[in-house]
C-alpha cells in the first residue's frame, strides 16, 4: 500500500498539471487503516549523540534549488490532519478558548480516591500515575521542591500555547489535593537498590509527597495529564518516515509544520523540543485507525528546566565544534552572546528574559533536522502563528498557570510579548508579509501582516498581472494591469505577481481560478 501511495504521488507530479479542481485542500486525504504500527523506544542519549555528530535526515542543497515544504496545500498551509489543525490564526479564537478552560470530564474526579497505578521516587521531581473515580488514567507531575509553580505553570501555559497554535497536546490541567486523596493500588512495584522491583507501600507513597512542594493547607500543587486516546507506539522523529506507517509519506525534515515549529519553541524557549518528548499513537475515527502525533512534555519552557531553572546558556546547542575551538582559542576573553542576558530571581519561572533573545540565534539543546531546513517561506508560517495572540490573549493564557507571584506572572507576560514582537519584525522582513489573499468587490484583497502589527513599514507593491496556463506553467503579461483590479478572464487561471518595490528579490505569485463569472485564489508561491 506504502509503494503504490508513493508511486500515484510519483505519477501526480510527472502530470503537467498544476492545479486541479478541489483546490486549494483543507485536510490530508482519507486515511489508509493502519493495523500493525508497533511500539517504539527511542535511546535519548542515542537521540543526542545521532543528531549533534551525524548528518541526519535529508538536508537543503549547498546549491541550486532549495527543498521546499512538504505536505501543504497549493496556498502553502499545513494540510489539517494527524500532525496539526487549523486554530486561532485561522479563525479567532475566543479567550475562554484560548485559556482551554477544562470541561469536567478533562480533569480526574475528586468524587473518590485517587488509586495510584504506576510511581517514580527517584530524580528531584518524582510522579505517579493515577486512576480516578472513573477509571480514567492521569499522569500527575509536580514541581521541584525548591521552585514552586515553576515546572506545573510551564506545563500548563504552554500547551494552552500549542493547542492554539494548531498542535495536537494533551489535556494538562493543574490540580490540588491532600495526601488522603491518594489509595496504593495492589500491584504497584518500584525498584529496590539493586533495581529489582518491590511491592510498593504507603510510607513510599508518602516518600514521594516529602520530595514535592506542599501548601501551608497541606495540599500539593500538580498537573494531571489526561492518558492519551488511543495506543501509545513511540515518538515521532524530527526525520524520515515510520515505515509502518502507510499515511507517513513526506519526510519529517521537510513538513511545514515541523519546521516552523522552530519559530514557535524559541518564542517559547522550548529548547527541550526533542523526539522523545513527542509521541505517536494509533487512534480510531470513523472506523479507521490512523497514527495521529502528539506534542507534549512541556515542563521544561518559559524558563523551566522541569527539575531546576533553565540553564542560563538556554537557546544553544550542548556542544558545537566551532564554538569550543573559538572559546579555546580566544580563552574565554569574548564571551558567547547568551551570557549578557540577565535574569531577574523569579524561583517560579526560572530563567526566562527578552532583551538578548535572538530568533535568528537560538536553537534547541541539539541539532533538529526540520529545524536545519527550515527556510524563509517556513519562518513567514511559524511567525504569523505566533503574533496572532494579543497582549491581552497572551495574558488571559499565562493566568492559567495561577502563578502566586503576580510579579513573577507579569514578568511573563512581558517576556513572551517582547519575545513575539522580535519574531515579527526579524521573520517579516525576510519576505514579503502578505497573507489572508481573498477576492472582494472585483480586487485582489490581502493583509499586510508587517504593517497591520507594527513591525514593518507597509510594503510598497507592485502588480503585474498574467494569464497562467495550468498545463504548462506558461504565463503570458495582461497588457495594462498594474493595479490590485482582476482582469477581466473568461475562464482559466490568472497570475499576480506582487513585488516589493524596496526589496525587489520578496515576491508573491497569487493564482485565481476564473468560472461562473467570478474567481477565487487557489494558489500562493512566496519568493526572497
Not at 248 to 261: K, N
Request: net charge neutral; glycine share 6%; aromatic share 10%.
Amino acid at each position: 500500500m506504502r509503494a503504490l501511495t508513493v508511486l500515484l504521488l510519483a505519477a501526480a507530479g510527472l502530470s503537467a498539471q498544476r492545479f486541479y479542481s478541489d483546490d486549494p485542500l483543507e485536510s490530508e486525504p482519507k486515511a489508509y487503516p493502519v493495523k500493525d504500527a508497533h511500539a517504539r523506544k527511542l535511546s535519548d542519549y542515542y537521540d543526542l549523540l545521532n543528531n549533534q555528530f551525524r548528518t541526519v535526515g535529508e538536508r537543503q542543497p549547498k546549491k541550486g534549488e532549495p527543498i521546499r515544504a512538504r505536505a501543504v496545500n497549493t496556498l502553502g498551509e499545513p494540510l489539517q490532519g494527524a500532525w496539526w489543525q487549523k486554530r486561532h490564526y485561522y479563525q479567532r479564537m475566543s479567550i475562554e478558548e484560548l485559556k482551554r478552560v477544562a470541561p469536567p470530564e478533562a480533569l480526574p474526579s475528586m468524587s473518590s480516591k485517587w488509586t495510584v497505578i504506576s510511581a517514580k521516587n527517584e530524580g528531584v521531581t518524582p510522579g505517579f500515575t493515577i486512576l480516578d473515580a472513573n477509571k480514567r488514567m492521569f499522569y500527575i507531575k509536580f514541581d521541584p521542591l525548591r521552585d514552586p509553580d515553576m515546572a506545573t505553570t510551564a506545563d500548563t501555559v504552554t500547551s494552552r500555547f500549542f493547542w492554539a497554535l494548531g498542535y495536537h497536546v494533551p489535556h494538562n490541567n493543574l490540580v490540588r489535593f491532600k495526601p488522603d486523596q491518594l489509595e496504593l493500588g495492589s500491584n504497584v512495584t518500584l525498584p529496590d537498590r539493586n533495581g529489582k522491583p518491590r511491592k510498593m507501600t504507603r510510607a513510599d507513597l508518602l516518600e514521594v509527597l516529602l520530595k514535592v512542594p506542599r501548601a501551608a493547607d497541606g495540599s500539593f500543587r500538580a498537573t494531571a495529564s489526561e492518558a492519551l486516546p488511543g495506543k501509545p507506539i513511540g515518538p515521532p522523529r524530527y526525520n524520515g518516515t515510520r515505515s509502518d506507517d502507510p499515511n507517513d509519506i513526506v519526510p519529517h525534515e521537510h513538513r511545514r509544520d515541523q519546521r516552523g515549529l522552530h519559530v514557535i519553541d524559541a518564542w517559547l524557549d522550548h529548547d527541550d523540543s526533542r523526539a522523545i518528548n513527542n509521541l505517536d499513537a494509533l487512534v480510531t475515527a470513523d472506523g479507521v485507525s490512523y497514527v495521529k502525533h502528539y506534542q507534549l512534555d512541556f515542563g521544561s519552557t518559559l524558563g523551566s528546566g522541569s527539575t531546576r531553572a533553565n540553564s542560563p546558556r538556554s537557546g544553544v546547542y550542548f556542544f558545537t565544534w566551532k564554538s569550543s575551538a573559538k572559546q579555546l582559542f580566544l580563552l574565554g576573553a569574548v564571551p558567547p552572546y547568551w551570557q549578557f542576558a540577565d535574569y531577574p530571581k523569579y524561583p517560579s519561572i526560572g530563567n526566562f528574559e527578552w532583551k538578548v533573545f535572538d530568533p535568528e540565534r537560538w536553537v534547541p539543546e541539539y541539532h533538529n533536522p526540520a529545524f536545519l531546513n527550515r527556510l524563509p517561506d517556513d519562518e513567514f508560517w511559524g511567525a504569523k502563528l505566533v503574533t496572532a495572540f494579543t497582549d491581552d490573549e497572551i495574558s488571559a493564557i499565562v493566568s492559567t498557570g495561577q502563578l502566586s507571584d503576580k510579579e513573577a506572572e507579569a514578568w511573563l507576560v512581558e517576556c513572551l510579548e517582547h519575545r513575539r514582537d522580535k519574531i515579527g519584525r526579524v521573520y517579516f522582513a525576510k519576505v514579503l508579509p502578505l497573507d489572508k489573499f481573498t477576492v472582494e468587490g472585483g480586487e485582489l484583497s490581502w493583509v499586510d501582516l508587517g504593517a497591520s502589527l507594527k513591525y514593518l513599514p507597509a510594503a510598497d507593491v507592485s502588480v503585474q498581472w498574467f494569464n497562467f496556463d495550468n498545463s504548462s506553467g506558461a504565463r503570458t503579461p495582461i497588457g495594462g494591469q498594474t493595479s490590485k483590479s482582476i482582469p477581466a478572464v473568461a475562464s482559466g487561471y490568472s497570475l499576480a505577481q506582487l513585488t516589493d518595490r524596496a526589496a525587489p528579490s520578496h515576491k508573491i505569485d497569487v493564482i485565481l481560478l476564473h468560472e461562473g463569472g467570478g474567481a477565487k485564489v487557489v494558489g500562493i508561491e512566496r519568493y526572497w
